[in-house]
């Protein structure tokens, strides 16, 4: 393959509870088509996505990881190497926004701080029955050093790929995942 050696592969993750969308987005992302019968993930695996970017091939490696509590520790083996990691919640269960907390401690274990991460909000073709304000959810993401994009993997397909490609092209300036408790201030380059 022309362009194309392994320093250009990008391990990224998604991670957030079950039932949240990561498996759709996914899908929507590599060009399939969104299921609305999908069952929930109960094993991690990945499918790669490629992007040109300045005329640089890359392949990024997408790990769909359980959101199932059981499967916790069992997601961790899969976190090693991430490079990029995706807290995915719903935006119709503020509960699953709440718990990216404990999803952040898990990742920053296996992981430290020094990654590029970003919050999606899932399911935004269902905003009338939101719980979670855009505005609330970005706030969220800013506090713990991430940049925030709500999608549709229903009828935004392209709208997660397009984030994907712009955490690899324009991360947040410090890389460095925050803890919500931590007071000082996160600079954010848009």
């Known amino acids: ?17 079950s039932g949240v969308g990561k498996t759709n987005l996914i899908q929507t992302c590599i060009g399939e088509k969104f299921d609305s019968c999908s069952a929930p993930t109960m094993y991690c695996s990945f499918r790669q996505k490629r992007f040109n970017i300045q005329e640089k091939e890359y392949i990024v490696n997408l790990w769909d990881t359980c959101g199932q509590e059981m499967y916790k520790s069992i997601n961790q083996m899969f976190y090693r190497n991430a490079e990029i990691v995706i807290f995915v919640f719903d935006i119709t269960k503020k509960a699953s926004l709440i718990d990216i907390d404990n999803w952040i401690t898990i990742v920053k274990e296996e992981l430290g701080t020094n990654i590029t991460c970003g919050l999606v909000g899932n399911k935004k073709d269902l905003f009338l029955n939101a ?22 993997a229903k009828t935004e397909p392209k709208s997660f790929s397009e984030f994907l490609q712009k955490l690899m092209t324009d991360p947040i300036s410090a890389n460095k995942l925050k803890d919500p408790t931590d007071n000082t201030e996160n600079i954010i380059n848009n």
Do not use: H, P
Request: charged content about 35%; glycine content about 6%; aromatic content about 8%.
């Open 1 to 17: 393959m022309e362009n194309y050696d392994n320093s250009n592969e990008i391990k990224a993750i998604l991670v957030g509870q």
């Open 131 to 152: 719980q979670v304000d855009e505005d609330e959810a970005i706030e969220f993401a800013k506090k713990r050093g991430m940049q925030c994009k709500y999608v549709s």
